[in-house]
């Protein structure tokens, strides 16, 4: 598992690997665009040269680029679905450049309308937007499940990826606080493979390709997104070690988007304590299967 956490790309990409670095990421997260502004952006080509030096040089093996909040492809809107789709292209038109793991979308919200025509329409403009771009691939977030946010089940998920036209860049990006927040228990390692086999059964096999490691500041099925650094939420210390030991998700890019002690995000201690979690995990599960 490539641990990290979501930086800041301010100064352009080779920073934002600078920034990870200087955390001991092994993955990293950015926002290609400011999360506050319609204003996508186009790397000039020495931004992506000096990031693939950085890259060369540094551990940061896997780089996710995150779409901002503002996207809603289920939009009914025609202005906002335009505005959408065209920052949605420029998100994996950059992924292209920077040779991103993917580009992690929340698919949008059906606000108060009905579910299912609001994932055909987020289909649609996901359909699009990956006409529109080369290899990058997309990754669907599982979302915590407040007002109309599609994706806060498994169903909805496997129901967006076949309106997206089931591509095989498409995948699916979990949230641990999500799946808290939207009714899954995952804090123990039987709990979680119950959980994954269900996601497996609905999206299919190796669907799932990057993760977010988030504690949750609100309850099981609270339907609130609210993060919290890990182990200090209700998903707590152990339950975090599960996810981060959890056998499929061996390999994959998992980055933190915690807020951090001083708001800053993760800190190079939260790093290292989320790989020392992993390592916690791991010598459980194999305690486990010994004594089993
Ligand atoms: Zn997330
Ligand atoms: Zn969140």
Redesign the pocket.
């Known amino acids: 598992m490539l641990i990290g956490a979501h930086v800041s790309p301010a100064g352009g990409p080779a920073k934002a690997i600078e920034r990870g670095r200087e955390r001991g990421c092994r993955a990293i997260q950015i926002f290609n665009q400011s999360p506050r502004q319609w204003k996508p952006t186009v790397y000039a080509d020495e931004q992506v040269a000096a990031y693939h030096e950085a890259r060369r040089g540094s551990r940061v093996d896997a780089l996710l680029i995150h779409a901002v909040y503002l996207l809603n492809a289920a939009t009914t809107d025609k202005d906002m679905r335009d505005k959408t789709r065209t920052s949605l292209i420029a998100s994996l038109q950059a992924g292209d450049a920077l040779g991103a793991h993917a580009v992690v979308l929340h698919a949008g919200s059906a606000k108060t309308g009905a579910v299912k025509p609001a994932i055909k329409r987020a289909g649609k403009v996901i359909r699009e937007a990956l006409s529109e771009s080369e290899n990058c691939p997309l990754h669907l977030?599982n979302?915590?499940g407040t007002g109309g946010t599609l994706g806060r089940s498994f169903e909805e998920l496997a129901g967006l990826l076949d309106a997206s036209g089931d591509d095989p860049r498409l995948g699916v990006c979990l949230?641990s606080?999500?799946m808290l927040a939207s009714g899954f228990e995952i804090r123990t390692a039987e709990a979680l493979t119950a959980v994954l086999d269900d996601c497996e059964a609905a999206v299919g096999k190796n669907r799932v390709g990057s993760l977010?490691l988030?504690d949750s500041q609100t309850p099981l099925g609270s339907n609130r997104?609210?993060?919290a650094d890990p182990g200090e939420g209700e998903i707590g210390a152990d339950g975090c070690a599960v996810f981060l030991s959890e056998p499929r998700f061996d390999g994959l890019p998992c980055v933190m988007?915690t807020p951090g002690p001083d708001k800053h995000g993760p800190t190079p201690e939260q790093v290292q304590f989320a790989k020392d979690l992993r390592r916690r995990g791991l010598a459980k599960r194999r305690r486990a299967a010994r004594a089993a």
């Open positions: 977030e979302t915590a949230d606080c999500h977010h988030n997104d609210r993060h988007e």
